[in-house]
């Protein structure tokens, strides 16, 4: 692989400094695994890198990718931690239910962390949940996955019955929380290839998912990644659905990212 002609060829389109990034990352892959400039042509085409060759490491996880499934990003990073904080520092011992999991990303980092934890994961994407599946089981964590639309009106009694637990210590979720006006502020390697379906919310609710997952009465905690937009708007939400202390966290990057509520 020539890393020189790959670092010229993409540093007009990425920037040097991510140029050189992603020319590493095109070394470090096997010999033999890929076309040196079928890669190229499909990155000027705007397609991440971690589809093209179909997984990603975060957090030193492993983690296969496809259309389904978002692409892991650091700021959900910091979301497991807080989790992981949590799970310590109360001496929580339940079930941790991630809701809309995607790749498994969150579920499994926890497992990874703190492997006697029970840990349960639901996506309403088949082609999600399977990818999940296939990434806990390389990584040797054990998820007890299913199927829910979590917006369902019996969405909390099907949990119970799926997976056998009255109620969580935790409910953790990145659910989709960005709005369709946003559209046109978003980079385009993430419109044209990331699921839609994971990513937006309708402009005239964008708040949906969490009234949602707060209406299923089924832990004390609840732990999300938010949008910097809306951490107000989503704080009072949960606060008038029965979560009355909130705190927002801000990212590594100063954004109001992470909500956590608990019902005392």
């Known amino acids: 692989m020539d890393k020189v002609a790959a670092i010229e060829q993409l540093t007009p389109m990425y920037g040097r400094r991510e140029a050189i990034a992603i020319a590493d990352w095109i070394a470090e892959e096997p010999e033999g695994s890929y076309n040196f400039c079928e890669v ?17 490491d975060w957090r030193g996880l492993r983690l296969e990718l496809s259309s389904d499934t ?14 992981l904080r949590l799970y310590t520092t109360l001496s929580l011992q339940g079930p941790v239910l991630d809701i809309c999991t995607g790749s498994g990303c ?30 806990a089981q390389n990584n040797n ?34 659910p989709p929380y960005i709005c369709q006006a946003e559209r046109a502020e978003m ?17 005239t609710d964008p708040l949906l998912f969490y009234r949602a997952i707060a209406r299923l009465h089924l832990a004390p905690i609840l732990c999300f990644e938010i949008n910097r937009r809306f951490g107000r708007q989503s704080a009072k939400l949960l606060q008038q659905e029965g979560y009355p202390n909130t705190r927002i966290l801000t990212d590594m ?12």
């Open 70 to 83: 978002l692409i892991p990003r650091p700021e959900t990073s910091e979301l497991v931690d807080e989790v």
């Open 40 to 56: 190229i042509a499909r990155l000027q085409n705007n397609e991440p890198l971690q589809y093209i060759f179909g997984h990603t």
């Open 187 to 203: 980079e385009a390697n993430v419109l044209e290839y990331e699921p839609a379906l994971a990513l937006f919310v309708p402009d």
């Open 141 to 174: 964590v054990s998820i007890q996955f299913f199927q829910q639309d979590i917006l369902s009106p019996d969405a909390a009694d099907t949990i119970r019955e799926k997976t056998g637990c009255e109620a969580f210590d935790i409910i953790v979720a990145n």
């Open 253 to 264: 990057f100063g954004e109001q990212r992470i909500l956590i509520a608990s019902q005392s």
């Open 106 to 135: 969150i579920s499994i980092a926890l497992g990874k962390k703190q492997p006697a934890m029970p840990l349960f994961a639901c996506d309403i994407s088949n082609g999600a949940l399977e990818m999940a599946i296939r990434n």
